[in-house]
């Protein structure tokens, strides 16, 4: 929330300075972002006046000026057409930095002639656009500080704009004068008399309004209006331009830039439609889905079901309290203008506006919540500002629905303020303060405000009086320590499993990254995002433009930054959140890891070895073992295009349980992110990890086997195209109780066998679990073992 001092004054008579003002909104809970004060950097400039300007020898635009200053006659040179003897100018003496420009201003030559300062047009002081010639002041005394001739000639060039944070339980802050109360409740000024209107209606208003029925609940409680005819628009006095610039707004025209005005100044959104392009009667309704309407943005929205319009005959002309329609939008050649004020119910504002992607500053205060009370003596102070800049005549104003009645008290307890925050504050200077803030008072019952709908109840009504008697003045005072009833702190399960990824991740060798959770589109692109609902609003570079939907990607730009410095072989892991949604809840916690490069440094042995599928395997199994993922498991192909098509595996409970991926990174991402292989990595998925069925804080029994395991090998011929997964699953099938493992150990491609044909060699380890097996049924077992093979497979036991 932003705003200006001169602003502020409006409502607030105080003679604090702005640093006092920005000390005291921190403490009342509106903590300041931001001070903006244009005399910081204008201070050092001074008045001068121009005694002579000749022709440059060597330049026909320049011209030698010789201006007297505080310190004396300078020479500058100076290439403005307006640059004349007589004339009282800005200077900016060496050494002064000029912000227009970005540069501090030295003594130099120019065509070789010697310059001593500069004489500075507006836009070089960034007081506005105009650089057609350089500032003539029509007085001032030489050497005089431009910033006083500023204070006390025109002020609003120098005028503070102040930053606020508004926390979502301060709509009233949404306003400049509920800003001002806060600040005449902690003592600064006094409150000026609010505004008032009294308007004389000349005509019945033509355009009717009603409100359906489903809609009057959680929908729109109140809605008035009325037509002001015969106005000329045109763009809006200097003093409303200003402020609505100031705060960051473009000014559009009178119209609109009068609904601008009371959406900042008394936290009141209003619309104006343009009333010869209504056709009909406006109405409040739900849709029904499906409809459109094309913005003020100029952006078309598609509807879905239950969401609050503003519709006439010809359709839907405006989003309730968030946006209106291009259609029946004000400009230039308006002449007839419709005015509305609406109590919209601040839950589906939300809900639409999440739905429909827009934010608005009526969105941002409909949804915060504005007063209702002060619904029609708006449509009234808004219709007193379009008749003193536009004119015309007003009609009658037409309503649909009512007032809603939010008047509530709550039991003033001058003790409670001791016991809930530990101040001793009288209970005079209690009434006081929330008298200044706009409760009424009767005898122990404080009537809250209708602005006020954070209030609600007697502990607000403490918390209303501590921070404006400053919670910096509460002395901390040690209690007695109580342990006793209190449980232990937790961790779910969630926590220990991000903990025992961490602790396995570092002690597999990997050192842990934290990468930004921003990335550039192009990358979030390849790792199946970058789509505008991850889209930033305002990135802070176009590196960082998107949320990123996987950790991968910011682990490869680190390989990438090490490599580029010389460190080749590396291990990296990351935990934490990727997203896969712009709305709160669309994120899922990962665990990733990529191996880059070999296994370690040359030596004469030659025992090191470039990175393999397998390496990122192994690392995957232990990190989900550590969390305590089932031990028996599936290895499927199929993962997203960003792996390698043929090196890599999904490890999964089932076809659609999908625990983690690993395997070789796509050369394609490599070579778009500068990476040099080989590159293989893991993506862990913590939260598809079943629970177990018996939480316990011991380990399971220890199972020992007192019987000899037996291990029986086979080879197959099969087609080369049999994936050894299948052949590993068919035989692990064969008998489910004695098969502990089985594991691949050999394949020989090609040769006798044809182009066409590769053999598998197998070993099967038979656990037995009751007795030691015999003969007779290690060779039943490895008939079922060949049958099974056989039939999924389709190849032969080799001889």
Not at 91 to 106: F, L
Not at 136 to 143: F, T, Y
Not at 345 to 358: K, S
């Amino acid at each position: 929330m932003k705003f200006t001092l001169s602003w502020l004054k409006e409502h607030f008579d105080t003679e604090a300075s702005v640093d006092e003002i920005a000390e005291a909104l921190t403490d009342l809970g509106l903590e300041v972002e931001e001070v903006q004060n244009p005399a910081d950097r204008l201070k050092d400039f001074t008045i001068g006046k121009v005694r002579s300007a000749e022709k440059h020898p060597d330049a026909d635009r320049l011209k030698v000026c010789q201006v007297e200053t505080d310190e004396g006659m300078a020479q500058i040179i100076c290439g403005a057409p307006n640059a004349r003897e007589g004339i009282t100018v800005v200077i900016a003496k060496p050494g002064v930095y000029v912000p227009g420009i970005d540069t501090t201003i030295g003594v130099g030559k120019i065509r070789g002639v010697e310059s001593h300062g500069m004489m500075c047009s507006e836009r070089e002081m960034e007081l506005s656009d105009e650089h057609d010639g350089i500032i003539e002041l029509p007085s001032g005394e030489v050497g005089e500080r431009f910033i006083d001739w500023l204070a006390a000639n025109d002020p609003a060039r120098i005028d503070p704009v102040i930053d606020i944070a508004i926390t979502p339980n301060r709509p009233d802050a949404c306003g400049v004068r509920g800003i001002a109360l806060d600040l005449a409740a902690r003592g600064l000024g006094r409150m000026k008399p609010a505004p008032e209107a009294s308007i004389e209606p000349k005509f019945p208003c033509p355009i009717g309004v009603s409100i359906a029925e489903d809609t009057r609940e959680h929908g729109c409680e109140v809605f008035a209006g009325r037509v002001i005819r015969g106005v000329r628009n045109g763009p809006s006095p200097d003093w409303l331009q200003r402020r609505l610039k100031a705060i960051g707004l473009r000014p559009i025209s009178a119209l609109v830039d009068v609904t601008n005005f009371f959406t900042f100044d008394r936290n009141r959104p209003l619309h104006v439609f343009d009333a010869d392009k209504v056709v009909g009667d406006l109405r409040i309704h739900r849709t029904q889905g499906g409809e459109t309407l094309v913005g003020l943005d100029e952006k078309e929205y598609t509807f879905g079901a239950g969401q609050v319009v503003i519709s006439d005959d010809n359709g839907v002309e405006s989003i309730g309290g968030i946006m209106g329609g291009l259609a029946t939008g004000c400009t230039m050649e308006t002449t007839n203008v419709f005015l509305e004020a609406a109590v919209w119910d601040h839950v589906q504002i939300a809900e639409t506006g999440r739905a429909l992607r827009i934010n608005s500053d009526a969105r941002y205060r409909n949804e915060r919540g504005i007063d209702p009370a002060f619904n029609m003596e708006a449509v009234d102070l808004a219709t007193q500002m379009i008749l003193d800049l536009c004119g015309g005549e007003p009609s009658e104003v037409v309503v649909a629905g009512e007032v809603p009645d939010v008047s509530r008290a709550y039991r003033l307890d001058p003790a409670r303020v001791q016991s809930l925050v530990g101040m001793d504050i009288p209970e005079a200077e209690q009434r006081q303060t929330l008298t200044a803030l706009g409760f009424r008072l009767e005898g122990d019952m404080a009537h809250v405000p209708t602005w006020r709908p954070d209030v609600q109840g007697e502990a607000d009504l403490v918390e209303e009086v501590a921070r404006v008697a400053s919670l910096t003045k509460l002395v901390g005072r040690p209690l007695p320590r109580v342990d006793a009833g209190l449980p232990k702190p937790i961790l779910s399960p969630v926590q220990r499993r991000e903990q025992a990824a961490r602790r396995t991740g570092a002690a597999l060798g990997y050192n842990e990254c934290v990468t930004y959770s921003f990335i550039d589109r192009a990358s979030a692109e390849m790792f199946g995002g970058g789509a505008d609902a991850t889209m930033l609003a305002n990135p802070i570079s176009a590196d960082m433009s998107h949320m990123r939907p996987a950790l991968l990607p910011g682990l490869l730009q680190a390989a990438a930054r090490n490599q580029a410095r010389g460190q080749m072989d590396m291990a990296l892991f990351e935990v934490g959140h990727a997203f896969h949604g712009g709305e709160p809840g669309e994120q899922h916690l990962l665990v990733s890891g990529i191996l880059v490069g070999r296994t370690g440094p040359k030596d004469s042995h030659g025992s090191t070895r470039a990175v393999d599928i397998y390496d990122a395997k192994a690392d995957a199994e232990a990190i989900l073992a550590a969390m305590g993922a089932p031990a028996k498991v599936q290895i499927l192909r199929g993962a997203a295009e960003w792996w390698h098509p043929g090196r890599h595996g999904m490890i999964c409970l089932g076809p659609k349980k999908i625990l983690g991926v690993f395997g070789e990174l796509h050369p394609r991402v490599l070579n778009a992110l500068d990476v040099k292989g080989p590159v293989v990595g893991f993506a862990l998925w913590p939260a598809e990890i079943p629970l177990p069925r018996k939480a316990s804080a011991s380990r399971g029994a220890l199972t020992l086997r007192d019987l000899q395991a037996v291990e029986r090998d086979f080879a197959f011929v099969v087609d080369r195209e049999v994936e050894a997964l299948t052949l590993v699953n068919a035989a692990a099938g064969a008998d489910k109780a004695l098969i502990e493992d089985v594991r691949v150990f050999d394949e020989f491609v090609g040769g006798s066998l044809g182009d066409d044909r590769k053999s598998l060699g197998i070993t099967v380890r038979l656990q037995p679990t009751e007795k030691t097996l015999t003969d007779k049924e290690i060779d039943a077992v490895s008939q079922k073992i060949v049958d099974k093979v056989t039939k999924a497979t389709g190849g032969v036991l080799r001889g």
